[in-house]
């Protein structure tokens, strides 16, 4: 176990009992921060400068696709059901999924990203599966790997009201692959929930991922024309609801399901972009549920959804949600019992930390810059003035602007570069699955 000492960088901790510290240190030893301040010692340890960069918690990207990045750039959150959900799952191999998953994984860490929750609809098989896993591992990055229903098996008979119970290969999957809930990738499941399956189905799913002991994601409040927002409604009816329980989207959430989400300690996931983009591709003019959530009680978590459609990371999602809550605030100012909400840089940067942590339920081991945590930071390289907020530097940052990541303390990026061999297998493992899926098709090859 090796100590690593980040020196001299702003380090903003999000940790209330620390808060931020100008020119402070971070001490790692093995994968764990053993302590935060100024003019830390460590004999022999490897230094890390962060001089005039801001040192913040590794960001989690609460709700992505990562299988898509192998596809990125063939769709967008309005034409996903054509170019994402039909055709292209049917060709993808085992070797499909590595090849992308590996990608979307790296692709996030060299955009800041530490921990993300990977909801893989990919699954046709269980090699296919087995190839998810591999990638995640493979990357370094810390994920959760939720494992959901094939889009590619005959698609409508899982998503449209459908009687088909979650696939029985988890139970391997987590007996076999991800039964250690320490380790750096664990296991979740990706469930349909009421807005696509019976509610019989619905209830023997949660009842499965209970008794494998895995937290649950479900896609909740969608724009009308792919769910049928009735999710709160059933999950309180049948007494699913939970801490265990995490919502991605809801743009079509009411007041009394946020309310009954924080009642039951669940979470909440937007994705900003993806929202705006699927809300007004169907005129129906909706706003990412950040605000909402907010004012009922919730610390919503971010998630960049799509990466098929070459997303911007969370830094872009951090400025969406801002925007989006600034223009639903000039929206509602006139109507009549709604309180615009009013969101700052830092609530933005602690959606994307500190709530994706609470959302994945890693909340005591990642999230914040504290000793006993996890070694997962994220090092900025931006220019601030003493006056300037650091998070409101951070919101101004973009990939090319992420000097260091370390996961578990590891650096996997330095000086601005991806570290390690998977970073240098991963373009050409996309480009051979790029050319094997684009075989008589017409695509060419990104």
């Known amino acids: 176990m090796s100590t690593l000492l980040i020196r001299s960088g702003h380090v903003t901790s999000l940790d209330e009992s620390i808060g931020e510290i100008p020119d402070g240190d971070v001490l790692i030893d093995g994968d764990t921060i053993t302590a935060v301040g100024r003019g830390l010692e460590a004999p022999g340890a490897r230094v890390v400068d962060a001089a005039?960069?801001?040192?913040?918690?590794?960001?989690?990207?609460?709700h992505r696709h990562v299988w898509q990045s192998a596809i990125s750039g063939e769709a967008s959150p309005d034409n996903c059901l054509g170019a994402v959900l039909a055709e292209p799952p049917d060709r993808y191999g085992p070797e499909d999924v590595y090849a992308g998953v590996l990608r979307g994984a790296l692709r996030a860490i060299d955009s800041g990203v530490t921990t993300v929750a990977d909801w893989s609809q990919i699954i046709t098989t269980p090699a296919h599966a087995d190839e998810n896993v591999r990638a995640l591992r493979d990357s370094g990055i810390r994920a959760l790997f939720l494992y959901g229903p094939p889009i590619g098996d005959d698609v409508m008979k899982w998503f449209a009201e459908s009687t088909v119970r979650h696939p029985a290969d988890v139970r391997r999957v987590r007996s076999e692959l991800l039964c250690d809930d320490t380790?750096?990738?664990t296991m979740g499941l990706a469930l349909r929930g009421p807005e696509f399956s019976t509610p019989e189905v619905t209830a023997a799913d949660f009842g499965l991922a209970r008794e494998l002991g895995v937290p649950i994601s479900i896609r909740s409040g969608l724009p009308a024309y792919l769910g049928r927002s009735r999710t709160i409604d059933t999950l309180d009816r049948l007494g699913l609801l939970?801490?265990?329980?995490?919502?991605?989207?809801?743009?079509r959430f009411s007041g009394t399901d946020l309310d009954r989400i924080a009642a039951t300690g669940g979470s909440v996931v937007a994705c900003p972009m993806a929202d705006v983009s699927m809300a007004r591709a169907t005129g129906t003019g909706r706003f990412p549920v950040t605000g909402r959530a907010v004012a009922h009680g919730l610390l919503p978590a971010l998630g960049t959804d799509l990466a098929a459609d070459g997303s911007a990371g969370l830094f872009g999602e951090m400025r969406r949600a801002l925007a989006s809550e600034r223009e639903r605030a000039i929206a509602v100012a006139s109507t009549h019992g709604e309180t615009p909400v009013h969101l700052t840089a830092r609530d933005a940067l602690r959606f994307a930390t500190v709530a994706g942590a609470a959302a994945l339920g890693l909340g005591g081991r990642i999230g914040t810059i504290s000793p006993g945590k996890?070694?997962?930071?994220?090092i900025v390289d931006g220019p601030m003035a003493p006056w300037r907020d650091p998070a409101a530097v951070v919101l101004e940052s973009r990939a090319a602007?992420?000097?260091?990541?370390i996961?578990?303390?590891?650096?996997?990026k330095h000086a601005g570069?991806?570290?390690?061999?998977a970073a240098r297998r991963a373009s050409h493992l996309r480009e051979a699955s790029h050319r094997r899926l684009s075989a008589g098709t017409g695509l060419v090859p990104a």
Do not use: F, Q, S, Y
């Open 374 to 378: 996890r070694a997962d930071l994220t």
């Open 401 to 405: 602007d992420v000097d260091t990541v």
């Open 417 to 421: 570069r991806l570290a390690g061999p």
């Open 183 to 185: 380790a750096r990738v």
């Open 242 to 251: 939970g801490p265990d329980v995490h919502h991605a989207h809801g743009v």
């Open 407 to 412: 996961i578990d303390g590891e650096v996997v």
């Open 52 to 62: 005039g960069k801001i040192v913040i918690p590794g960001l989690v990207d609460a």
